[in-house]
């Protein structure tokens, strides 16, 4: 035992000796490259002189990178991502300063901007060298790791009968990426680990699964990770008994859709048993997490998701490559949004202002931070883990789904999954690595571009109500204004509209090609009736429009009704797939709006765009020309990707919840075959007792840290 820590000891001493003399030689390299940058005094030094001068500069470096840039980075987590990213190169360069003040007999001079320069390189450097040097010495850093995975499984209780560990998983979420499209990148190459996967006849099979009618993240990601998104009729909606708008990337809101899902499954998650969430708008009860918006909102040691950030950057040269990265990123938006307007490429967006700041951060930032944490996790033996890569969802919205942009960015995420499937052959314990989508995406013109006014435009022109010139002077907008004339049976003139105006204005959201018009003065779910004695010409006005293809309403006399073109209504209960305003939108559409009928927070009006089934194409109510959130082509239609060998998908839900199904509909059913797999391979996990419906309660019964 005592060799051994001796051993250990000298080697780690043997490792820090061997990136110095490294960094000393980049020191000395770059002092003879870069003009504004000395190691010698203005006489000139000797070879030793200055070779010492180095040395010292470069341990300098290295001890203050090591001590004080961890302090610096948790100082700076109440900065915006954004912003800490940039002062990564001025941080890096000010302790390059520092170290060189340090230097006996001021030797090591350099300019602020050359210093940046000297730092971004040497952490680089030594970042490559201590990597080699780990890899090297594989051995016992993997007994290492065994050795602390052992301990912690020991106390968790999670060791197999055996002694044996039984295998980990990895939920790996691509967002945004639909089952044709990742079939796509595989087959053309774009994608080549995926590729072998399928290729492999035991490696991985794919299967597409349909979304409910919020085909979004906050409605599928809560589904798949709490068991749950009942009453999620969209990605953000108006809630009229407290007035508030819920917006599924709103921490506040993430929170409160997590503890309903809790409390109405009286469940923790899907992570609850030595689970880790990562990157995601939920915490799938998981103790270990890292940018989990839904613990943004929370206060108290372990609960921010910030705190991911901290444990990436804490490496000065994690933070000079993700810099490089993010800088690289931001040019190459601009390069690409330059060329689509120069080559005139429809449909288009505009793509300016803090967009390609904010491309970067979802496609560098927050990828190398998650699949970081991630690597880490496996490195841990966590048996659980559950992580979105948002990057691709991110660029398809404002470069189209299938564009050479979003092509890249899925080769960039398939470099990510081979860093991860190298990565586990050095794990601990074996991981099974599961893909898996939340929606895909359709592409096409937004409602805004191809009828020149928005949905809340086009609602308070057919409402009779003011709106923006622009608006006026397009063909929906004087359509409807002359369907209100009808409806009234008296002209209206050009002042008069706001006569026939309530006392408050509808709220018109929109997620993606799904719109929802509320009118907070009306109690509880407006009906038809009231809404034609109230705005005449409005359901006539939106159901006849070309750019909307059904509407969702209550009704007194006949309940709930779909409504479409040239007065056709359809009760729910009677709805039938490719039957009536439902038939371009495929199986499954009468089923999905029936379920969000029965939501307490539906809209009173619910609006879906049309879909053209042979261009595949919808209209965003959003500026998206990639979009998703309502029904109509592949954003309804993502996939499981999972390794050969174990349960069918089908059969594990049916083990999960009674009767097999003849295909995977619904986030909860995805949720149900996780469960299995994680139940097959570790035992049953613990739910949450009954009772826990307190937002305290319910996290202190489902995390270890609370």
Same mark, same amino acid.
């Given at each position: 035992?005592?060799?051994?820590?001796?051993?250990?000891?000298?080697?780690?001493?043997?490792?820090?000796?061997?990136?110095?003399?490294?960094?000393?030689?980049?020191?000395?390299? &770059?002092?003879?490259?870069?003009?504004?940058?000395?190691?010698?005094?203005?006489?000139? *030094?000797?070879?030793?002189?200055?070779?010492?001068?180095?040395?010292?500069?470069?341990?300098?470096?290295?001890?203050?990178?090591?001590?004080?840039?961890?302090?610096?980075?948790?100082?700076?987590?109440?900065?915006?991502?954004?912003?800490?990213?940039?002062?990564?190169?001025?941080?890096?360069?000010?302790?390059?300063?520092?170290?060189?003040?340090?230097?006996? !007999?001021?030797?090591?001079?350099?300019?602020?901007?050359?210093?940046?320069?000297?730092?971004?390189?040497?952490?680089?450097?030594?970042?490559?060298?201590?990597?080699?040097?780990?890899?090297?010495?594989?051995?016992?850093?993997?007994?290492?790791?065994?050795?602390?995975?052992?301990?912690?499984?020991?106390?968790?209780?999670?060791?197999?009968?055996?002694?044996?560990?039984?295998?980990?998983?990895?939920?790996?979420?691509?967002?945004?990426?639909?089952?044709?499209?990742?079939?796509?990148?595989?087959?053309?190459?774009?994608?080549?680990?995926?590729?072998?996967?399928?290729?492999?006849?035991?490696?991985?099979?794919?299967?597409?699964?349909?979304?409910?009618?919020?085909?979004?993240?906050?409605?599928?990601?809560?589904?798949?990770?709490?068991?749950?998104?009942?009453?999620?009729?969209?990605?953000?909606?108006?809630?009229?008994?407290?007035?508030?708008?819920?917006?599924?990337?709103?921490?506040?809101?993430? &929170?409160?859709?997590?503890?309903?899902?809790?409390?109405?499954?009286?469940?923790?998650?899907?992570?609850?048993? *030595?689970?880790?969430?990562?990157?995601?708008?939920?915490?799938?009860?998981?103790?270990?997490?890292?940018?989990?918006?839904?613990?943004?909102?929370?206060?108290?040691?372990?609960?921010?998701?910030?705190?991911?950030?901290?444990?990436?950057?804490?490496?000065?040269?994690?933070?000079?490559?993700?810099?490089?990265?993010?800088?690289?990123?931001?040019?190459?938006?601009?390069?690409?949004?330059?060329?689509?307007?120069?080559?005139?490429?429809?449909?288009?967006?505009?793509?300016?202002?803090?967009?390609?700041?904010?491309?970067?951060?979802?496609?560098?930032?927050?990828?190398?931070?998650?699949?970081?944490?991630?690597?880490? *996790?496996?490195?841990?033996?966590?048996?659980?883990?559950?992580?979105?890569?948002?990057?691709?969802?991110?660029?398809?919205?404002?470069?189209?789904?299938?564009?050479?942009?979003?092509?890249?960015?899925?080769?960039?995420?398939?470099?990510?999954?081979?860093?991860?499937?190298?990565?586990?052959?050095?794990?601990?314990?074996?991981?099974?690595?599961?893909?898996?989508?939340?929606?895909?995406?359709?592409?096409?013109?937004?409602?805004?571009?191809?009828?020149?006014?928005?949905?809340?435009?086009?609602?308070?022109?057919?409402?009779?109500?003011?709106?923006?010139?622009?608006?006026?002077?397009?063909?929906?907008?004087?359509?409807?204004?002359?369907?209100?004339?009808?409806?009234?049976?008296?002209?209206?003139?050009?002042?008069?509209?706001?006569?026939?105006?309530?006392?408050?204005?509808?709220?018109?959201?929109?997620?993606?090609?799904?719109?929802?018009?509320?009118?907070?003065?009306?109690?509880?779910?407006?009906?038809?009736?009231?809404?034609?004695?109230?705005?005449?010409?409005?359901?006539?006005?939106?159901?006849? =429009?070309?750019?909307?293809?059904?509407?969702?309403?209550?009704?007194?006399?006949?309940?709930?009704?779909?409504?479409?073109? !040239?007065?056709?209504?359809?009760?729910?209960?009677?709805?039938? *797939?490719?039957?009536?305003?439902?038939?371009?939108?495929?199986?499954?559409?009468?089923?999905?709006?029936?379920?969000? !009928?029965?939501?307490? =927070?539906?809209?009173?009006?619910?609006?879906?765009?049309?879909?053209?089934?042979?261009?595949?194409?919808?209209?965003?109510?959003?500026?998206?020309?990639?979009?998703?959130?309502?029904?109509?082509?592949?954003?309804?239609?993502?996939?499981? &990707?999972?390794?050969?060998?174990?349960?069918?998908?089908?059969?594990?839900?049916?083990?999960?919840?009674?009767?097999?199904?003849?295909?995977?509909?619904?986030?909860?059913?995805?949720?149900?075959?996780?469960?299995?797999?994680?139940?097959?391979?570790?035992?049953?996990?613990?739910?949450?007792?009954?009772?826990?419906?307190?937002?305290?309660?319910?996290?202190?019964?489902?995390?270890?840290?609370?």
């Amino acid at each position: 035992m005592g060799d051994g820590r001796w051993r250990t000891a000298g080697s780690a001493l043997m490792r820090v000796i061997v990136v110095w003399a490294v960094s000393t030689l980049t020191m000395l390299a &770059l002092a003879g490259i870069l003009p504004d940058f000395q190691l010698q005094s203005d006489d000139g *030094d000797s070879v030793t002189k200055t070779a010492f001068t180095a040395a010292w500069g470069a341990g300098a470096f290295g001890l203050l990178s090591a001590l004080v840039w961890p302090v610096l980075v948790r100082a700076l987590l109440i900065v915006p991502a954004l912003v800490l990213g940039m002062l990564v190169f001025f941080l890096n360069g000010s302790l390059l300063l520092i170290a060189l003040r340090l230097i006996p !007999d001021g030797r090591g001079v350099a300019a602020p901007e050359t210093a940046v320069v000297v730092a971004a390189v040497m952490s680089a450097v030594a970042s490559a060298t201590s990597t080699a040097l780990a890899v090297r010495d594989d051995n016992a850093y993997r007994r290492r790791l065994s050795r602390l995975a052992e301990r912690r499984r020991r106390r968790s209780g999670t060791g197999g009968a055996d002694g044996v560990a039984p295998p980990g998983t990895v939920f790996i979420q691509l967002d945004g990426v639909g089952h044709d499209v990742l079939a796509q990148a595989a087959a053309t190459g774009v994608m080549p680990t995926v590729a072998r996967w399928l290729a492999d006849t035991e490696g991985h099979r794919l299967t597409p699964w349909r979304t409910d009618w919020s085909s979004q993240t906050g409605a599928s990601q809560l589904g798949i990770l709490h068991g749950s998104n009942h009453d999620v009729p969209a990605f953000r909606w108006y809630e009229k008994e407290t007035g508030d708008v819920m917006v599924s990337s709103r921490p506040a809101s993430a &929170l409160e859709l997590q503890r309903r899902a809790i409390v109405r499954t009286h469940d923790g998650g899907l992570l609850t048993v *030595d689970g880790a969430s990562r990157g995601n708008l939920f915490s799938g009860g998981a103790g270990q997490l890292a940018l989990v918006l839904s613990m943004a909102a929370r206060r108290g040691k372990g609960r921010r998701s910030r705190a991911g950030y901290f444990a990436y950057f804490s490496d000065p040269a994690n933070a000079v490559r993700t810099a490089l990265s993010f800088v690289a990123e931001v040019g190459r938006e601009i390069g690409q949004s330059t060329r689509a307007r120069i080559r005139k490429e429809a449909p288009r967006i505009k793509r300016g202002g803090l967009y390609p700041f904010i491309r970067a951060f979802a496609t560098v930032v927050e990828r190398d931070v998650v699949v970081a944490a991630l690597i880490g *996790d496996m490195f841990a033996g966590r048996t659980a883990v559950y992580a979105d890569l948002v990057a691709y969802d991110e660029v398809a919205h404002h470069s189209g789904p299938r564009s050479r942009d979003a092509q890249k960015v899925l080769a960039r995420l398939d470099r990510s999954l081979a860093l991860i499937v190298k990565v586990a052959e050095h794990t601990p314990r074996r991981y099974r690595v599961v893909l898996l989508s939340d929606h895909g995406q359709s592409p096409g013109q937004t409602f805004a571009g191809a009828y020149g006014l928005t949905l809340k435009d086009l609602v308070r022109a057919g409402s009779g109500l003011p709106v923006p010139r622009r608006a006026q002077r397009t063909r929906s907008g004087s359509e409807a204004r002359d369907a209100v004339r009808i409806a009234l049976r008296r002209p209206v003139a050009e002042g008069e509209e706001k006569q026939v105006a309530t006392s408050s204005d509808p709220v018109v959201l929109a997620s993606g090609n799904l719109g929802l018009i509320s009118f907070p003065d009306i109690e509880g779910r407006a009906s038809q009736e009231q809404l034609d004695r109230r705005h005449p010409a409005l359901l006539g006005t939106l159901a006849d =429009h070309p750019g909307i293809g059904f509407l969702l309403v209550r009704s007194e006399r006949h309940g709930s009704v779909v409504l479409g073109r !040239d007065g056709a209504r359809v009760p729910v209960a009677e709805l039938k *797939d490719g039957q009536g305003p439902l038939a371009p939108f495929g199986p499954g559409a009468a089923d999905a709006v029936r379920r969000t !009928d029965t939501f307490p =927070h539906v809209a009173d009006v619910m609006v879906n765009s049309m879909y053209d089934p042979a261009a595949g194409t919808v209209h965003a109510f959003e500026e998206q020309i990639g979009s998703h959130g309502g029904l109509g082509g592949e954003q309804s239609r993502p996939f499981l &990707l999972w390794p050969r060998g174990m349960t069918d998908p089908l059969e594990a839900a049916a083990a999960e919840g009674g009767e097999r199904a003849a295909e995977l509909v619904g986030a909860e059913t995805v949720h149900r075959v996780l469960r299995c797999w994680l139940r097959e391979a570790s035992g049953p996990q613990v739910p949450v007792p009954r009772g826990a419906e307190r937002p305290d309660d319910a996290d202190r019964l489902r995390t270890p840290w609370a």
